[in-house]
């Protein structure tokens, strides 16, 4: 069993008495649209992807327990608010959220916690990282350039919303919510997104972008397997990051 919602209190009690170290993870995501094709919890369902994964891959593991917490699928997403289906919360919203989670787990004797997530709008990394910065958590950062690099070429081209990257991710878990045939005739969309959100401070949306229809990259050219490839690379990165909490 890797979901900790899916735990007895009692359970939860012999977490912290029993052999192996507790290490939580809390999946992270926002509600925004990611083009005409691929569904807007794209983001909660890559995090979540990722953390069920590593928590797998680490079910047998004699020193760490590994647990999903309920993720969390709300997040700042201003910049797509242009178009139907972006549900926005305030960046303090966020903050004081992850806060107040991360505070109740370590008032249960459960410190050790990885936040994972996967939307990049820069208010919505600034909020989580000053979030776990005063829980005094870990955070996995994808955008660090050490693990940028391992990614495929779309992401470390930063043209990568609800293209060929994110959604070979969505097909590799939940191909029913792609639509392929919209999907197939999209054209490429070529945005620096990190130095256009830059030269911006942040402020641009999708559409003074260049992105009128909610994504940029290549999302014609996404397969089920770049997905489950990329996942296991991320899922390589998380443990990676499990291991140095739970051994720290
Ligand atoms: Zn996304």
């Known amino acids: 069993m890797t ?18 170290t507790p290490v939580l993870l809390l999946p ?14 794209t983001d909660e369902l890559i995090s979540a992807g990722m953390c069920t994964r590593a928590a797998e891959r680490l079910a047998t593991d004699r020193e760490l327990r590994v647990l999903v917490l ?38 249960d004797g459960l410190h050790r916690i990885i936040v994972v997530n ?14 776990v910065t005063e829980a ?16 495929t070429d779309e992401f470390r ?16 878990d939940r191909p029913g919510l792609v639509d392929r045939d919209v999907m197939r005739e999209l054209p490429d969309v070529h945005v620096d997104m990190p130095a256009a959100m830059s030269a911006s401070a942040g402020r641009a949306d999708f559409v003074e972008l260049g992105m009128d229809r909610a994504y940029c990259g290549s999302p014609a050219g996404a397969t089920a397997a770049e997905g489950e490839s990329t996942f296991d690379t991320l899922t390589d990165l998380l443990v990676e990051l499990i291991r140095e909490v739970g051994h720290g």
């Open 70 to 107: 309920p993720a969390l699928n709300y997040g700042v997403t201003d910049m797509g608010a242009h178009f139907p289906g972006a549900v926005s919360i305030g960046a303090d919203t966020l903050r004081a959220l992850v806060l107040d989670i991360c505070r109740a787990l370590k008032d």
């Open 3 to 20: 979901s900790f919602a899916e735990l007895t209190s009692p359970q939860v009690a012999d977490l912290l008495t029993g052999p192996r």
């Open 136 to 151: 005094g958590v870990a955070y996995l950062d994808l955008l660090r350039r050490a693990n940028v690099t391992r990614l």
């Open 118 to 131: 996967n939307h990049f709008e820069p208010a919505h990394v600034t909020a989580l990282r000053a979030a």
């Open 28 to 41: 992270v995501g926002a509600v925004e649209p990611h083009g005409p094709h691929a569904p807007l919890g």
């Open 157 to 172: 081209s930063g043209s990568c919303h609800a293209g060929q990257y994110e959604t070979s991710l969505i097909l590799a």
